[in-house]
């Protein structure tokens, strides 16, 4: 029997955005949440770090914003950041009451981390699986909470567009089966696209499904030439790559050459605290200078206090034969943060009526050119709970509002999808063409490459062709890779986490601007 659900809200992805926007609505309507794996399998609990607060005594929203901007290299959203930062706090010490176990000082006090590009300690932890922890509290909320549906292994396809408005999505169950769920608002909450890349820190459901499916029904998107690159990914051949989190470095850690050489200082003047953008490229340049691997070295450090401060981090590389605490960890650069998306409002809205999005799928511009480090968990939370009150609200608006009742209409016909760009070579495409350090040629190479893929994804959805889940994948990688290679090449300038080589420098002329596309834009 096909799915026909219905609901007041829909919202898609269950990460922290996701959350806290079912948490904001439960007491409003019925919610129903899908998510294409199981609720634990997005980002939020790979994150490591913390999340940033100004909520020391020593710190302000002001310094916060501040280095946000500085960060975001002239291209952040200054309402959008000052939104983050000043609403952050209410957020992070609401996390507090509901049972969330940051670290503390000996004399009760937060623990405070430091990360690169922050100008004090401001990070919130919980060891260094920050993000489980706060997915577990928020988790937890939920379940209390009544009218709340969670439907895990629910791929969605589709948007549902009628009248001009998103009145719903199409996805694909189990087994297979394509259902449909009809909803007021519907918030995509899907989270990033780090698996268009061969080196990636992102789990495997980070597919870009959310980007992929607004643009298709006709969304706005914009900055998705910028991709943050994790410096610090464990590089052991024959082992999964594993984020070594910034907050090592924040603790002291030191990227070292070869020869033992600690080599920040020679290209960036904050060192190992540098922006990411700044020491990915760095430890690329040091890198080809010497022809050798670079490292993370913690061994000037007491063991003991390593060894108790990131468990997580210890036990993985006991599991390849390292010793966090006294050896030489090889790192290299992955594709960690999309920071475009979906363009929304400071309330989620995005340009199609009914639908929102928050987190990483979203582009509100909070993030500009370069994301801050442990500012993703923070915009998750606070754009995710904004989301939740605008969708709440959306009677109050002027977009139309379809019915919530559940649809009995006929599902579309038609074969699955193939698209002639295998993932393996997509992947190593993008890596090559499209990663740290860019240029024409590359990006001109990956666009010839990936139109055809595109092609058949545009005349299936035109024919009304349906998906299966391996094909939207794929439909998803494509379309997210080509947007990404299309702002890149569209961009002839080098700002924040984009890099041309054949653009070396910042053009504010011409370029200190974000840049939008939707599907009629070619």
Same mark, same amino acid.
């Given at each position: 029997m096909i799915a026909r659900l219905s609901a007041d809200f829909l919202i898609i992805g269950s990460g922290i955005a996701g959350l806290r926007a079912a948490i904001e609505l439960a007491s409003e309507g019925r919610v129903l949440v899908l998510t294409k794996a199981d609720a634990r399998a997005?980002?939020?609990?790979?994150?490591?770090?913390?999340?940033?607060?100004?909520?020391?005594?020593?710190?302000?929203?002001?310094?916060?914003?501040?280095d946000t901007m500085r960060a975001g290299d002239?291209?952040?959203?200054?309402?959008?950041?000052?939104?983050?930062?000043?609403?952050?706090?209410?957020?992070?010490?609401?996390?507090?009451?509901?049972?969330?176990?940051?670290?503390?000082?000996?004399?009760?006090?937060?623990?405070?981390?430091?990360?690169?590009?922050?100008?004090?300690?401001?990070?919130?932890?919980?060891?260094?699986?920050?993000?489980?922890?706060?997915?577990?509290?928020?988790?937890?909320?939920?379940?209390?909470?009544?009218?709340?549906?969670?439907?895990?292994?629910?791929v969605v396809v589709q948007a549902i567009v009628e009248d001009g408005a998103v009145a719903g999505v199409r996805f694909l169950d189990a087994e297979g089966r394509l259902g449909e769920a009809r909803a007021t608002a519907t918030l995509?909450?899907?989270?990033?696209?780090?698996?268009?890349?061969?080196?990636?820190?992102?789990?495997?459901?980070?597919?870009?499904?959310g980007v992929a499916l607004a643009y298709l029904a006709g969304a706005r998107v914009a900055d998705l030439e910028f991709v943050q690159?994790?410096?610090?990914?464990?590089?052991?051949?024959?082992?999964?790559?594993?984020?070594?989190?910034?907050?090592?470095?924040?603790e002291g850690a030191r990227?070292?050459?070869?020869?033992?050489e600690p080599f920040m200082s020679r290209y960036e003047a904050e060192g190992d605290l540098a922006a990411r953008d700044r020491v990915s490229r760095a430890m690329v340049r040091e890198s080809t200078r010497t022809? +050798?691997? *670079?490292? /993370?070295?913690? @061994? $000037?450090?007491?063991?003991?206090?390593?060894?108790?401060?990131?468990?997580?981090?210890? =036990?993985?590389? +006991?599991? *390849?034969? /390292?010793?966090? @605490? $006294?050896?030489?960890?090889?790192?290299?650069?992955?594709?960690?943060?999309?920071?475009? =998306?979906?363009?929304?409002?400071?309330?989620?809205?995005?340009?199609?009526?009914?639908?929102?999005?928050?987190?990483?799928?979203?582009?509100?511009?909070?993030?500009?050119?370069n994301r801050l480090a442990s500012n993703?968990?923070?915009?998750?939370?606070?754009?995710?709970?904004?989301?939740g009150r605008a969708m709440s609200a959306i009677a109050r608006t002027d977009w139309p509002t379809p019915t919530t009742q559940a649809w009995t209409g006929p599902l579309p016909e038609g074969t699955d999808v193939e698209i002639p760009i295998a993932e393996e070579q997509l992947r190593e495409l993008m890596w090559q063409s499209a990663g740290v350090f860019r240029h024409r040629d590359g990006l001109m190479k990956a666009q010839t490459r990936l139109e055809p893929s595109w092609d058949?994804?545009?005349?299936?959805?035109?024919?009304?062709?349906?998906?299966?889940?391996?094909s939207w994948r794929s439909a998803s990688l494509v379309t997210v890779s080509r947007l990404i290679v299309r702002a890149a090449l569209r961009r002839e300038e080098s700002r924040g986490a984009h890099s041309r080589t054949d653009h070396p420098n910042a053009d504010d002329a011409r370029w200190k601007r974000r840049v939008y596309e939707d599907r009629s834009s070619g």
């Open positions: 997005g980002s939020t609990g790979f994150a490591q770090g913390g999340i940033a607060a100004a909520v020391a005594a020593d710190d302000s929203v002001a310094l916060h914003a501040a002239g291209l952040c959203d200054e309402q959008a950041v000052n939104v983050l930062v000043s609403d952050g706090p209410a957020f992070v010490r609401e996390l507090i009451e509901w049972g969330a176990a940051f670290d503390r000082q000996s004399d009760g006090s937060l623990d405070l981390a430091r990360e690169g590009a922050h100008s004090a300690r401001r990070v919130l932890h919980a060891h260094d699986a920050t993000g489980r922890e706060i997915g577990r509290v928020l988790a937890e909320r939920l379940a209390t909470l009544r009218r709340v549906e969670v439907r895990d292994h629910a995509l909450a899907t989270g990033g696209a780090g698996q268009i890349y061969r080196e990636t820190t992102n789990p495997a459901v980070a597919s870009g499904d690159f994790h410096p610090t990914v464990l590089a052991v051949p024959g082992a999964p790559r594993y984020l070594l989190s910034e907050a090592l470095r924040g990227l070292i050459n070869e020869a033992g022809g +050798r691997p *670079v490292y /993370l070295s913690m @061994a $000037h450090l007491p063991g003991a206090t390593v060894l108790d401060r990131f468990p997580a981090i210890a =036990g993985f590389c +006991r599991q *390849v034969g /390292l010793d966090l @605490a $006294h050896d030489r960890l090889p790192v290299s650069p992955a594709a960690h943060y999309l920071m475009g =998306g979906v363009v929304t409002d400071l309330e989620g809205r995005t340009s199609l009526p009914g639908l929102f999005a928050a987190g990483e799928v979203a582009a509100t511009g909070v993030h500009g050119a993703s968990l923070l915009e998750g939370l606070v754009f995710g709970g904004r989301a058949a994804i545009e005349g299936a959805v035109a024919a009304g062709a349906r998906f299966s889940a391996e």
